[in-house]
């Protein structure tokens, strides 16, 4: 399996995940991983250039910065959080942190992506997950980490990356009796797929990236242990796997794929399921 992943990686992938590969099973320096997200750093502190590929151009952009903290949290490299929490703090004082800004309205992106400047819970709680998996401190994400918990606690409908999102923020945040009591409530909570595409969806794995997660009681074992099985069976032909939402652009499939293959395998060792 890794092996028929690596050969699609070297095939197909960006350098960023063929680094974050060799990192993860081939025994790669992080000091790797870090500069290839490097490259797409800006000179404002935030990340830009298509690091996340629905969101293409120059300009710094939420889903880049949670994307690049994500990796950073993989290769444990805490001390490149603080140039995007600066970045966060002029962008976005208030710790509400937008899905796009409208700095990137001329610049091709994905037609989900509102580039509105309005801030939401989508992406507050996932930056505000990957900052406290990096052990960060900051007074702006004590203001974002209030407002998650004032959306979080008033949700009633949500959609999956929006339920995703909280989980994210609940598996990472300090105050872990709070986090109990409120993934007890989301739990309960149907997340609507209306105006998804057919067949997208977010499975048990997404929610419960480990076996720690506290969505993890969102599901019985024998649920997990079958979405596992689908994961695990999922590995194509050319040994990636697919993602579950439309690529808007031809260039971003196997973008996208080799995301989506290396997360696979990081989620199948998680579990157990490969060393």
Known sequence: MIEQARTFL?????????????????????????????AYRNDDGGY???LEPDHRGPTSQPLHALRALQVFAEV????????????????????AVPFGMSTSKNHPKAPWIAADDQGGLLLTAQIAAGLYALNATDPWLERATDYCWQEIEKLEKTHPYELRAAAMFLDEVPDRSRAELAAARLKHLTPSTEGYADGEALEPHT??????????????????????????????????????FPAFTPIVDFEWRSIATVDALLTLRRYGRIS
């Open 76 to 95: 444990n490299a805490p001390e490149h959080a603080e140039p995007i929490l600066a970045w966060l703090t002029d962008t976005c004082p208030d710790g």
């Open 207 to 244: 929610y419960a990236q480990k076996p720690t997660s506290l969505a993890r009681a969102w599901f019985t074992e024998e649920e997990l242990d079958k979405d596992l099985d689908a994961l695990e069976r999922g590995q194509q032909e050319d040994g990636g796997w697919n993602f579950g």
């Open 10 to 38: 070297w095939t197909n992938a960006r350098t960023l995940e063929q680094r974050w590969f060799e990192h993860a099973f081939d025994g790669g320096k992080a000091e790797h991983v870090v500069n290839a997200v490097l």
């Open 48 to 50: 830009g250039h298509g």
